[in-house]
């Protein structure tokens, strides 16, 4: 059989038109006979000329005539030819496979659709979702798609590969040749087309300028193209390369970089120029608003360190009544100047030995920060003993602002020492011969030597003139005093002791009588003693009781005795016992009848249950308050020259009328000097802020003077470490020297904030505070 | 410092706060940086000392020991500088050496709160733990060869919804024809940034979020809206032609609108449309404070109020004394000062009363619209209690809302907008489809906004939200430059624009199989259902297991 002669199939059969089924079968039972040259006239059948593998590689022909179906050439192969003599119906080459297949007429909807090899040649104009889907395989050559005249709308959706090219020669659509909405999620092939079009998916495609090689590519195959629909004529006209455009699928680098104008750009051109420089609220403000990083330095810091050097009182300072700086102390001895810090304490006590280092109960130790984490305190008490060496400071001359001081114990030396310290003449009136009230006459030899009550007391006799007055003194002395003085301090303390009325009372004595007495070997207490009030004081009369050879001792009280400290542990070292609750019925010859019925037989019984003062001849100007003068913070009374010290005021310590006695100096100095009152409003530190890490916690005693310095926390006092320096990850912490001063300073264009200053400060001196507010 | 201290009933320890600091001494280098940007000084440097036992029996060797002094990086367990988690430490630290992790059991610090008997107030949404109804609704409605098949990519859809009342055309002629009116109606995208207020938010984010909206307009043709809050409006924007985008709202405090009527002579254009704030979903039934600190120089200027006084919003309009009134009155008012032609509606938090308001509004030709804020909204400061436990949840609201409108016949005349919690789960789009297809016309957004657009880090489950006490550690909703700089102003708007653009597209992947492209699928909800019987039966849409 001739090749070039076509084998004839009807779709028709006896006139009545067979159905797809069947005219598939005789295409394949034809080429299957060895036909290669079909012609079939077609009535509506679907896919005519695909699937024709049965002629493996040799060349078939197959020309429709009639109405094809739709379809054509769908999974078109290789070897397959096919031409349909005029238009076509849908999806012409649907997933063509290699088929050339020429339409001489228009095609609808779909051409090409899913097409990967092979070629669609048409001759006229198409309709809807052509060129859609098709792909390229890199081992084939890519599929074509030749139009003469337009494409329907939705072109090339998702064109994954092959070449369309539209020729535009009388389209159905002459103001639009591509259609409407051409190319969306195209990502592959190209497009050549000539004629006018209204765009495509910018976003998937691009136009790109046509290059020699796609133009010899397209001039070559359009010849081909021109051959197969027919019409070479139109060559010259088709081969004018300025009537023709390229459009590629972007690449998926090119799909993310898709620029839509930048927000900078927007905010420059639209933004600010709708609205003015400076945007949105330039016209409300001009702060800067530029953004800035996450950790800033400088004004952006949300804090700032700050060297709070002494703004603080360290607890024990804050614990003193004399308010001794006692942390400045140690400081002083850290730093090997021994012998200021013991001359520093005559600033502040004429007794910084007989009372710190021997007398006093020491709350400075009780307030130390070291209790916090359960570590012994600093031992002042040695710090103490060794002041009985410190120097008298050089007073000034007295000027002639006159003070008379009414009592010479503890609280009268010490406002006298501070009004000389300040310039003034003062002048204490005693009963006594000797300065020293209290410890000198009633505080036991036991609990401080004799030598260093001596010195302490010599030392003030050099400084404080001392009248000794043999009467007493009565209102009209003092009025008189008052007269020839700019003031009167009272500070004669309270020496009438308190009684209980009960039958038998007579046969009490006072403790006062008892401790004066004892410490003068000028009474015999007997075998039994019993003390009625079971106090420190008390503890003081157990202990001289048995030094005087009492051998059993009681202290009896209503209540949980009060005593404390070294005084009740050396009165229960001589035996002394306590009892309570006891309430005495009365004092027999015998001994002390309880309301129990129960008599403590007593050789000698002592009444220590406190002391009243004698206000006899205090003047009607003073108001007086339960037996005690009042006095407002000052120490000041209601009479505005006369000040009141001392346990005339309120019972108290031997550190508290020294105290007192500073406070009244201070403000009569005040008010010489026709000043305000200034009291210190300087706050104790908070202890959480000392690091106390820095220190050996099993530490159980001091060696010496120097290990107490070197433990000293310095609570709220720079110890000058440098600690802060190297915990600074800016190094934004120098040391400033001044002399005999020094500062640490933070530069503020390095700092950051962090606070690391504040948490490594053994002392607790950094602070982070908040810095100043902004805008 | 020493631990050995006396405990108050608030002494807590780091176990018993909400948030405990992970610190790997190892890895820390001591920059200082976290201790830097802290916002609650939750973490300090520390000072510690370590004990090295040397206790062994030999020949020679006595037992001793020895003590290191070595510092660290503490966490505070005061409640005033409780960690909040906001990882702002995680964030500048180099080395990964430290990082907030949640307690593995419930805080004790939520008993001492209150001190001095003050109840505990805070920013963010209410707590959950649980998906909102709105997470669990299924699209169940796919084209499969039913309805047209379009595709999300390629076809084009109508996404705009309209704000203002659409009456039926016979009833729009006999208003024309009477008063020489008809309702203005406005074209908008129906995911609206709801009313955070000048104040509320930083300047940076404020100005960001509206340039953003600016952006999506003049360059992306995506008509899409912006409310104010009450604050006032900076005088600039009130003269520019952003105004158009830009929702005005009036709320109980009145604040700014002195200078906003002020500038309406000067208006190049009108605003998109008037909110009058009755309530928020956040805090229903409870005002607004803006605390004395945070009226500054700026905020005064915006509000019209002297710098450094408090300004509260009451909870409710003082002139006010029914819904007929409130609604009449002040819809007429707002409608009046622009000569009718901007739509006006009210915002209500949602609530079992809220078919009352809508049944007025039914009545009044006036009113706009309604917008309804669920119980899971955000807000910059609100009582934790009213936060936690008040409020209305949003799906259920609008349904409610709709499908009386449905009986009313008047559905498609007066437009819901819904909000509230829409997106906090992250999932925007089916938030915002569902509640659509529930009946809402638009969604209002705030809080996803925030964690979108500028990285707000706060939860639902007690991270952060601090903004009511002006610290926020991203500068969202500070006004201490100091903070707020932190914010790009720019870097907002772009993630704005983005969020916009990604939402677009996920809201046209969940309705485009509906085969729905000529309007949004407002109420349609024969596309959605829920694998939770009860919901299906009380939002009345299909059950589906």
């Not at chain 1, 390229?136 to 890519?142: A, I, L, Q």
């Not at chain 1, 459009?247 to 600010?272: A, C, G, H, M, Y």
């Not at chain 2, 996404?159 to 009833?171: I, K």
């Not at chain 2, 309804?372 to 949003?394: F, K, L, Q, R, W």
């Amino acid at each position: 059989m001739s090749s070039n002669q076509f084998y004839e199939i009807s779709g028709k059969e006896e006139g009545i038109r067979l159905e797809s089924i069947k005219l598939e079968d005789k295409i394949q039972s034809a080429v299957e006979n060895g036909h290669r040259s079909l012609e079939i006239n077609a009535f509506g059948q679907h896919g005519i000329g695909g699937r024709l593998w049965k002629a493996a590689d040799e060349k078939i022909n197959i020309k429709i005539t009639g109405h094809p179906g739709q379809r054509i050439g769908s999974m078109g192969f290789p070897n397959t030819t096919i031409e349909v003599m005029g238009p076509a119906s849908d999806d012409v080459g649907w997933l063509n496979t290699g088929a050339e297949i020429t339409i001489h007429g228009n095609a609808t909807n779909g051409v090409a659709n899913a097409m990967a090899q092979g070629k669609v040649y048409v001759g006229g104009n198409l309709g809807s979702r052509c060129m859609t889907m098709t792909k390229r395989n890199p081992s084939f050559d890519p599929p074509e798609l030749w139009v003469l005249g337009s494409v329907g709308d939705f072109f090339g959706e998702f064109m994954a590969g092959g070449i369309a090219v539209i020729c535009g020669v009388s389209p159905q659509t002459p103001d639009n040749v591509l259609g409407y909405k051409p190319l969306v999620g195209m990502v592959g092939g190209k497009v050549f087309v000539r004629g006018p079009f209204n765009g495509y998916s910018k976003s998937d495609a691009k136009l790109i300028p046509l290059e020699d090689e796609d133009w010899n590519w397209l001039t070559e195959n359009i010849q081909v193209y021109l051959e197969k629909i027919n019409r070479p004529e139109l060559l010259e006209k088709l081969t004018d390369r300025s009537k023709w455009q390229l459009i590629r699928s972007l690449s998926p680098q090119e799909k993310i970089t898709v620029s839509r104008r930048t927000i900078s750009d927007f905010r420059i051109n639209v933004w600010d120029k709708e609205l003015g420089n400076g945007g949105l609220i330039g016209d409300l403000t001009t702060a800067d608003r530029s953004q800035v990083p996450l950790i800033t330095t400088g004004n952006l810091r949300r804090s700032v360190p700050v060297w709070e050097n002494k703004k603080y009182m360290a607890p024990c300072e804050a614990s003193c009544p004399t308010g001794i700086p006692v942390q400045q102390r140690w400081s002083l001895i850290r730093d090997g100047l021994f012998e200021e810090a013991v001359d520093m304490s005559l600033e502040y006590t004429p007794f910084p030995s007989t009372v710190c280092g021997y007398l006093c109960p020491n709350l400075c130790m009780g307030g130390c920060t070291r209790n916090k984490s359960l570590m012994k305190p600093v031992d002042v008490k040695m710090l103490g003993k060794s002041s009985v060496t410190a120097k008298t400071p050089d007073f000034p001359k007295p000027d002639d602002r006159k003070i008379a001081i009414i009592g010479g114990g503890p609280a009268g030396i010490s406002v006298a020492w501070q009004l000389k310290l300040a310039g003034h003449d003062a002048t204490i009136y005693d009963a006594s011969e000797q300065l020293g009230g209290k410890i000198s006459k009633m505080i036991p030899k036991s609990r401080i030597p004799e030598d260093v009550l001596l010195a302490e007391i010599n030392r003030v006799n050099d400084v404080i003139p001392h009248k000794h007055v043999e009467d007493d003194l009565t209102i009209e002395d003092i009025n008189r005093l008052k007269k020839e003085n700019d003031f009167v301090v009272f500070a004669t303390g309270a020496q009438k002791p308190r009684m209980i009325p009960v039958p038998g009372k007579e046969r009490l004595i006072s403790t006062n009588e008892f401790l004066v007495r004892a410490k003068a070997d000028d009474i015999t207490p007997g075998k039994h003693v019993v003390i009625i009030g079971a106090g420190n004081v008390g503890c003081d009369v157990a202990t001289e009781a048995h030094r005087l050879g009492s051998e059993k001792i009681t202290l009896i009280d209503v209540q949980e005795p009060a005593a404390f400290g070294i005084e009740r542990d050396e009165a229960e070292e001589v035996g002394a016992k306590f009892m309570w609750p006891c309430f005495t019925k009365e004092i027999t010859e015998e001994g002390v009848l309880l309301t129990s019925g129960k008599t403590l037989k007593a050789d000698t019984v002592v009444i220590s249950i406190g002391d009243v003062p004698d206000i006899s001849f205090v003047p009607e100007s003073v108001e007086i308050e339960r037996g005690f003068i009042k006095v407002d913070r000052n120490f000041k009374t209601s009479d505005k020259k006369i000040f009141a010290i001392g346990d005339i005021v309120k019972p108290g310590l031997l550190t508290d009328s020294i105290g007192a006695g500073r406070v009244a100096a201070n403000r009569i100095t005040e008010i010489l000097a026709g000043k305000e009152s200034e009291i210190s409003e300087v706050k104790k530190i908070d202890i959480n802020r000392v690091s106390l890490e820095y220190y050996n916690p099993r530490l159980d005693a001091f060696d010496d003077i120097n290990h107490c310095g070197d433990d000293c926390a310095s609570c709220g006092s720079c110890r000058d470490c440098g600690i802060c320096v190297q915990a600074c990850p800016q190094t934004a912490i120098a040391r400033v020297d001044k002399g005999k001063d020094f500062e640490y300073t933070v530069d503020d264009n390095k700092c950051i904030a962090c606070g690391f200053c504040a948490g490594a400060c053994p002392c607790g001196i950094w602070d982070l505070v908040p810095n100043k507010p902004l805008g | 410092m020493s631990s050995n201290t006396k405990i108050t009933p608030s002494s807590l320890s780091k176990k018993d706060l909400p948030w405990q600091i992970e610190w790997d001494n190892d890895k820390c280098s001591f920059c200082g940086q976290c201790t830097s940007v802290c916002p609650m000084k939750a973490i300090k440097m520390s000072v510690s000392r370590k004990r090295m036992m040397n206790l062994s029996l030999g020949s020679g060797v006595k037992p001793s020991n020895s003590y290191e002094t070595f510092q660290t990086i503490m966490q505070n367990t005061t409640s005033e500088n409780a960690c909040i988690g906001c990882a702002m430490c995680t964030q500048v630290c180099e080395n990964h050496a430290i990082m907030p992790v949640k307690s593995d059991e419930p805080s004790k610090l939520a008993y001492h709160v209150n001190q001095g008997g003050n109840a505990s107030t805070r920013g963010g949404r209410r707590k959950s733990n649980t998906p909102g109804v709105l997470d669990q609704i299924k699209f169940l409605r796919i084209s499969m060869l039913t309805d047209p098949a379009l595709d999300a990519g390629r076809h084009e859809f109508e996404m705009n919804t309209l704000l203002g009342r659409v009456l039926p055309p016979e009833e729009n002629i006999k208003l024309l024809k009477e008063n020489g009116w008809i309702p203005p109606v406005r074209e908008i995208y129906p995911l609206v940034i709801g009313g955070m207020s000048f104040g509320a938010l930083s300047p940076t984010m404020w100005e960001g979020l509206q340039m953003g909206v600016s952006y999506l307009n003049e360059e992306m043709g995506m008509p899409v809206r912006m409310c104010t809050g009450e604050g006032g409006c900076p005088p600039r924007l009130l003269r520019s032609k952003f105004l158009k985008y830009v929702i005005l709202q009036i709320a109980s405090g009145y604040f700014g609108w002195d200078e906003i009527i002020r500038s309406i002579p000067e208006m190049v254009v009108d605003p998109c449309a008037i909110e009058i704030k009755y309530g928020q979903g956040a805090k229903p039934g409870d005002g607004g404070l803006l605390m004395w600190h945070k009226v500054n120089k700026l905020i005064a200027a915006i509000r019209g109020v002297p710098e450094g006084i408090s300004l509260p919003s009451p909870p409710t309009h003082q002139t006010k004394y029914s819904i007929e009134e409130a609604v009449a009155k002040m819809i007429q008012s707002m409608s009046m000062a622009w000569g009718f032609r901007v739509p006006v509606y009210p915002k209500i938090s949602a609530s079992s009363t809220a078919l009352a308001v809508l049944n007025n509004i039914a009545r009044n030709p006036y009113a706009a619209g309604l917008a309804i804020d669920g119980e899971d909204g955000g807000t910059g400061a609100a009582y934790s209690v009213s936060m936690n436990h008040m409020g209305h949840p949003i799906a259920s609201s609008i349904r409610d809302s709709y499908l009386t409108l449905t009986k009313l016949g008047k559905q498609n005349e007066i437009p819901l907008f819904g909000g509230g919690g829409i997106g906090k789960n992250g999932n925007l789009a089916a938030n915002a489809a569902a509640l659509i297809m529930l009946g809402a016309s638009g969604i209002q957004i705030g809080k996803y906004v925030m964690q979108a657009a500028a990285g707000c880090i706060g939860s639902e489950k007690d991270r952060c939200n601090i903004c009511n006490v002006g610290k926020c550690p991203k500068g969202i909703t500070s006004q201490d430059p100091r903070l707020y700089r932190r914010l790009s102003p720019e870097k907002v708007a772009e993630r704005v624009v983005d969020f916009y653009l990604s939402f677009d597209m996920e809201i046209r992947k969940i309705i485009a199989p509906l085969g729905r492209s000529t309007s949004l699928p407002i109420g349609m909800s024969d596309a959605v259902g829920i694998n939770d019987y009860h919901a299906a039966k009380r939002l009345n849409i299909k059950y589906v297991v």
